[in-house]
């Protein structure tokens, strides 16, 4: 068990190899992997030191708060923003099963807000008393790599404090970008959308990812008219294309306007709102325009060419299937690396981390079958492999399973929108590959269909499992005949 | 027809497919075969075309087995039927089991009685209690009902509304009766369409080989009884005031003060309906906790929030007497004294197999003294040709468990593939609310069944809550076998636990160990990721070694990280 010898003020204490160092550990950047590994690795019995911006709902150079991007600017205010604008939709559908709601109902924003930005304070607490509670010794402000075991922490007053740390851990994450377009500083990014005084009354989202989706669907949910432009055919670039064709069609259903392998051009500010020209020469007006065009990683201010961490044209910094950079006390995880750019995936990362340095247990993350959403309304859930990938990667036929119902509630609700269930499967093994799902509870849903393909499941087990009745995620136990079969032969084979 | 895809009939030797494309069925045929239909042989051969690559690559000898209908009385000389499966009763195992027997090749036909909401001796429906008296409008009416929660919970993400939502219960019930209606006759197409032959009537067993329905007889090969259960109120002085779940899912106006008896499920989600639709809401349960047989945590756990929601339990309260008033009103008398003033008495005190007036006693089928048909793993009754599936046989009364029996006989009868169900790790659900979602075994059960044991349980107020302000909360557990590491139970109560609770189930049922829900990454922010970030169990159990027999278990607490 841990042996938690850091106190506050023994910070020269000695570790068990001399004095060489102040801590074991010092972690750059306080979220979701560089928390887990600091107190992991605290666990595990090492001293050690993490530094964090201080705290903001809208991140800068010099703002950033214990907890991160997903209690403070992503995941955790994008649920809560997702849950309020999901009542919208909820609402008009209680009518058919007899409730007299009025007409015309009233949503106050800034009470959502508030509400939000008190839930996240109290997370951000909760973090740092974690941190507090494994000993972990928490600096604020901003870190810099000044040597392979020197780290340099320039406090909000201006001091700069220097640690050295036999370990340097990098988790500094990454931001929002915006595409260098005239008038791009009209925009806001997803930071400034968590934050927003009011609802926007027409809002145009420029972006095909889930941040956009998401967004399109939380300001559409709440009552916006929403205009979504992106580059693509269609949304969700990367995922299984049946499913973002179903994404598509439902954000249409649910009112968003889109607008296909469109690209903004330039912003104007004008008297009545913000000007949007397209690349198609479309114009319109908006009161509100979202960049969510994509993340850099926070790598910028990190002074790592000084040490000759590497890092790749993007600006994560190169690591290995340990999390190791190329110099030898040095690591990184989370977003900062560009691996898969999700909480648990970094809190994996993070503890692996732990167990691979302090631990004595050499543990690499594993990146297959990791299950992921998109909080879209209704949400998107999947894992393991979309058809497209396993027809490319598996050798022989693949069989494709899918189910497309109308989910039980909406039959007395009215609402048109269709539930679509996939699962992939390796004809020759019957392994099922992947599992995918467009409709309400998904993610809830594909939790545990993910501990079936993390073990390899065969469709066989998936049929053996007897269906929980009435619910939408039986249909995932009950898929009796093949969709269709895509035969090796068939198959157009890229070369490898 | 779904079904062949995996399964596709065994019945490959091309001399067989040959004869059966050429003779007319009355062809005398050695006795091992002749349990097939032959003149819808073109059927069969239509499958083997289109499905024949997903035959496993195996051998399957057309051997003789046990429990083939006739089998032991090999002396009987060939007889024609007008079908080869007669099923009385098209709920959820009739249906399947005639569907799929169609599919395989057989001629079948099913009588239903004709369709009421209400069931009884003369009227019923094709869908059965699932569709008509069961899941279906119950779960509708769930939904009906949750809406005032979420109206409560939307006023926490700054939804407001002018005026109180009111509920108006006749357009509920014209759109539930309407939906009801639409799916019944989409079961009618179903079997329609799979060339089953629909008779409206009772039907009633001749003999081994014969059902008369309303007057007109009927032979078959085999008969099989899917009739379902119906719910059984206790013989106390007022019966005849009370209701059941059948008249509560379609009462013409919502009860103002409603009473309901009974601890089961059943009992619990009518008490989350008429709540939510905002009806006052007495429970009375003979015992000190709602629904025995569940895990002792979730029992706890589901009667606090349910509580919290406004319901009133009366613990180990039991019904004596129902008394109507002069000014119509009901009181209930129990042991523990009289409540007045209910508009609605329901009982949900258990339900009952259908057996009676079949004409099982005169054929010899056995039924046990719950009237309960008694049944082999085959689903076959002491009657060599009739079979039973479904709760008239009164085993895990579930649909998709009456649909698991189906499945199998049909593949059992038809397809020269005997298949017993499955009934290791059926999950289910409780669509209280909250509600519940399980698989596997209780805390009490893994400890009789492997004496060491941990477990990991979560509880914690979701993200939703935080914001909302109420009080509602999520309970999880996980039950691994000490020795394995295998998850042997599983267990939630919370918003959601039905629809998460089934791909867990999937992992339980393929014996997955608690170390491969670890390493599965967890989908953020969900409740159901709590399933894969338990890392230190809440306690351990284990048999100490001096002590005899199943009591001595001690619980350790373990050390939380």
């Known amino acids: 068990m841990a042996r938690k010898m850091l106190v506050d003020g023994e910070l020269n204490q000695t570790n068990k190899e001399g004095a060489e160092y102040d801590f074991d550990l010092f972690v750059i950047g306080a979220g979701s992997g560089g928390v887990r590994a600091a107190r992991f690795s605290a666990n595990y019995g090492a001293k050690v030191g993490i530094c964090e911006l201080p705290f903001h709902p809208i991140s800068s150079e010099v703002i950033g708060g214990v907890g991160g991007t997903c209690v403070i600017r992503g995941c955790v205010p994008k649920k809560i923003l997702v849950y309020g604008a999901t009542f919208g939709g909820e609402i008009e559908d209680a009518r058919n099963y007899g409730w007299e709601v009025n ?5 106050n924003w800034k009470k959502l807000l508030q509400k939000k930005t008190d839930e996240i304070n109290r997370l951000n607490g909760i973090y740092k008393r974690l941190l507090s509670n494994a000993s972990v010794k928490l600096l604020e402000g901003e870190g810099k790599i000044v040597g392979p075991n020197k780290v340099e922490v320039t406090q909000p007053d201006g001091t700069k404090l220097s640690y050295s740390a036999k370990h340097i851990l990098i988790a500094t994450g990454s931001r929002a970008h915006r595409p260098p377009i005239p008038g791009q500083e009209l925009a806001i990014t997803s930071d400034e959308a968590l934050s927003l005084d009011d609802l926007p009354k027409h809002a145009v989202v420029f972006g095909g990812g889930y941040i956009a989706v998401e967004f399109a669907s939380i300001w559409r949910g709440l009552g916006a008219t929403v205009d979504l432009f992106y580059r693509k055919e269609l949304p969700l670039r990367g995922f299984d294309d049946e499913m973002r064709a179903v994404v598509a069609r439902n954000l249409e259903g649910r009112g968003i306007k889109l607008h296909p ?61 340990y999390s190791h950079t190329n110099i030898p006390s040095i690591w990184a995880v989370g977003d900062v690396t560009n691996r898969m750019n999700l909480t648990p995936v970094a809190l994996m990362e993070g503890t692996c981390f732990a167990k691979t340095v302090f631990g004595g247990e050499s543990s690499k993350p594993d990146y297959r079958n990791i299950p992921c959403a998109v909080f879209s309304i209704p949400p998107l859930s999947i894992v393991g492999l979309s058809e497209e990938e396993a027809i490319e990667q598996v050798n022989g036929d693949v069989l494709v399973f899918t189910s497309t119902f109308n989910p039980m509630k909406n039959t007395v609700s009215g609402r048109q929108e269709k539930t679509i269930m996939k699962l992939v499967v390796d004809a020759e093994t019957d392994k099922v590959l992947g599992a995918s799902m467009c409709g309400p509870d998904a993610p809830e849903i594909m939790q545990g269909i993910a501990v079936a393909l993390k073990c390899g499941a065969t469709k ?26 895509v035969t090796a032969r068939g198959k157009a084979k890229t070369n490898l | 027809m779904a079904t062949t895809s995996f399964t596709a009939p065994k019945l490959s030797s091309p001399t067989f497919q040959t004869l059966c494309r050429n003779f007319p069925l009355s062809l005398p045929i050695p006795k091992t075969l002749s349990s097939f239909s032959f003149h819808l042989s073109p059927f069969l051969s239509r499958f083997h075309l289109h499905h024949h690559h997903y035959h496993p690559p195996r051998f399957h000898p057309r051997r003789l087995f046990a429990v083939r209908a006739e089998s032991e009385n090999g002396a009987e000389p060939i007889r024609h039927y007008d079908f080869d499966l007669f099923t009385i009763g098209a709920g959820s195992g009739g249906v399947r089991a005639s569907r799929f027997a169609a599919n395989f090749g057989a001629s079948v036909a099913v009588c239903e009685l004709p369709f009421s909401t209400i069931s009884s001796e003369t009227t019923g429906g094709v869908g059965g209690t699932c569709v008509l008296r069961g899941c279906v409008p119950k779960k509708l009416m769930v939904y009906a009902s949750k809406y005032s929660h979420e109206f409560d919970e939307s006023n926490g993400f ?13 357009t509920l019930m014209a759109n539930k009766n309407a939906e009801l209606q639409r799916l019944t006759g989409i079961y009618k197409n179903i079997l329609n369409k799979a060339g089953v032959t629909l008779i409206e009537g009772r039907g009633k067993i001749v003999d081994p080989h014969t059902v008369d329905v309303d007057g007109k007889l009927y032979t078959a090969r085999n008969i099989l009884i899917s009739v379902g259960g119906r719910p059984f109120i206790p013989d106390i ?61 979730i029992r706890d756990f589901v009667g606090e929030q349910m509580a919290l929601r406004g319901i009133q339990f009366h613990t180990e309260e039991s019904p004596q007497a129902i008394v109507k008033s002069a000014d119509g009103s009901l009181s209930l008398k129990t042991n523990k004294g009289t409540i007045e003033g209910f508009s609605h008495i329901m009982f949900a005190t258990g339900r009952r197999p259908n057996t009676k007036n079949l004409g099982l006693e005169s054929v010899g089928v056995k039924i046990n003294k719950n009237g309960a048909i008694e049944v082999d793993e085959y689903s076959r009754t002491t009657v060599p040709s009739i079979w039973a599936v479904g709760d008239v046989t009164d085993r895990i009364n579930l649909t998709p468990v009456a649909l698991m029996e189906g499945a199998a006989l049909a593949k059992t009868l038809f397809q020269n593939e005997p298949t017993k169900p499955d009934y290791r790790a059926v999950p289910s659900a409780v669509f209280s609310q909250p509600p519940i979602g399980q698989v596997g075994l209780t805390e009490e059960q893994a400890i009789k069944e492997y004496g060491d044991i941990d477990v990991y349980t979560a509880n914690f107020r979701p993200l939703k809550a935080t914001l909302s302000g109420l009080p509602d909360r999520v309970f999880m557990k996980l039950i691994v076998c000490a020795k394995t590491n295998k998850v042997i139970g599983l267990h939630m109560c919370g918003e959601d636990s039905a629809e998460i609770a089934q791909g867990f189930a999937v992992a339980v049922k393929a014996g997955l160990t608690k170390a491969d829900f670890d390493a599965t990454v967890g989908i953020h922010p969900t409740s159901a990721e709590e399933f894969v970030t338990m890392r230190s169990p809440t306690r351990k159990i284990r048999q100490s070694s001096e002590s005899q027999g199943n009591m001595g278990h001690e619980a350790e607490t373990a050390a939380g990280v």
């Open chain 2, 158 to 170: 700054g939804w407001k509304y002018d005026t109180e939502p009111k509920h108006d219960w006749s």
């Open chain 1, 460 to 485: 066989a087990q998936f049929d053996s499992t007897v269906g929980i009745h009435p619910s939408a995620a039986e249909e995932f136990v009950t898929m009796r005949s093949v969709s269709r079969r």
């Open chain 1, 103 to 107: 007409e015309k109902l009233d949503f």
């Open chain 1, 261 to 321: 392998q469109t690209n903004l051009t330039e912003l104007v500010k004008t008297d009545n709102g913000i000007k949007v020209i397209t690349d198609h020469g479309g114009e319109l007006i908006a009161d509100v325009v979202l960049f969510a065009t994509g993340r850099l990683p926070n790598t910028k201010r990190l002074n790592l060419e000084a040490v000759g961490v590497e890092i790749d044209k993007t600006g994560a910094v190169k690591v290995d299937e």
């Open chain 2, 237 to 297: 002085p007022g019966r005849e005031y009370a209701i059941d779940s059948d008249a509560a899912l379609d009462l013409p106006s919502k009860p103002e003060k409603v009473a309901i008896v009974g601890g089961g499920y059943i009992a619990l989600e009518f008490a989350g309906i008429f709540n939510g639709l905002t009806s006052e809401v007495h429970v009375f349960i003979r015992q000190k906790k709602v629904l025995r047989g569940f895990d002792e945590e």
